[in-house]
């Protein structure tokens, strides 16, 4: 079946770093790709998304590319801010299917 | 407009008990799903509905269940609650579902604890 594969972390950047959340995806077709953001003590929260290959999806400074080639859709941000640590969790769509979510990654971001 | 909102946000019962979960969706939104979040196991699928019929369904007991009403709102019942039950349990609605471009949008959640 289909499923989402991403780093697990936790991770823990100084603010101002570079931030790099991998992802990588199986799947049969063309699923739609997302990324969503948890804060503590909240609901999830969608960050961005794309639909077909090549799209990139970006919002508050995050982005990430569909590459189907890879199978992937890292997540990155030039410059990380304390308000930044949540749990961040990449999820796929295929059609309705089902959405499957990967395992979440922890960010913690340290003044 | 309104999100997506869950009630009770916190509750707390005991083994063997049921439990009711409300979920009220985005207006209109029609295609409501729910989501069981642990640490141990992530986020994890449990179903959709549509329409008030229930579309797809994740591998859980057939101690969760569920329904939608002619409104969209939707109820999640546990019935002979077990420890491993406490969980956050999530409600996310999206317009139609069923397709892959379609966004879903996540209440806050409600927080189940069995003692």
């Known amino acids: 079946g289909d499923s989402v594969t991403q780093m697990e972390g936790p991770v823990t950047l100084s603010e101002e770093a570079f931030l790099t959340i991998n992802c990588t995806y199986t799947a049969t077709g063309y699923p739609s790709l997302f990324w969503y953001v948890q804060y503590p003590g909240e609901g999830l929260q969608l960050l961005l998304k794309?639909?077909?290959?090549?799209d990139k999806g970006s919002n508050k400074g995050f982005e990430a590319t569909y590459r189907k080639e890879t199978t992937s859709f890292h997540l990155e941000k030039g410059s990380v801010q304390v308000s930044d640590s949540a749990v961040y969790f990449c999820?796929?769509?295929?059609?309705?299917?089902?959405?499957?979510f990967g395992p979440g990654t922890r960010l913690s971001v340290l003044p | 407009k309104a999100g997506v909102t869950q009630t009770p946000r916190y509750l707390i019962k005991t083994r063997g008990q049921q439990v009711t979960l409300s979920c009220s969706p985005i207006?209109?939104?029609?295609?409501v799903s729910w989501y069981q979040q642990t640490p141990g196991q992530g986020l994890q699928f449990l179903f959709e509905?549509?329409?008030?019929?229930?579309?797809n369904k994740g591998n859980f007991p057939g101690r969760f269940s569920g329904r939608q009403f002619s409104n969209s709102r939707s109820e999640m019942n546990v019935s002979t609650l077990e420890l491993g039950d406490s969980a956050l349990y999530l409600c996310a609605s999206s317009w139609v579902g069923g397709r892959s471009t379609d966004t879903q949008y996540f209440g806050p959640g409600t927080r189940l604890t069995v003692l």
């Open positions: 794309a639909t077909k290959a090549d």
């Open positions: 509905y549509f329409s008030e019929t229930q579309r």
């Open positions: 207006s209109g939104h029609r295609s």
């Open positions: 999820a796929l769509d295929n059609y309705g299917q089902n959405f499957v």
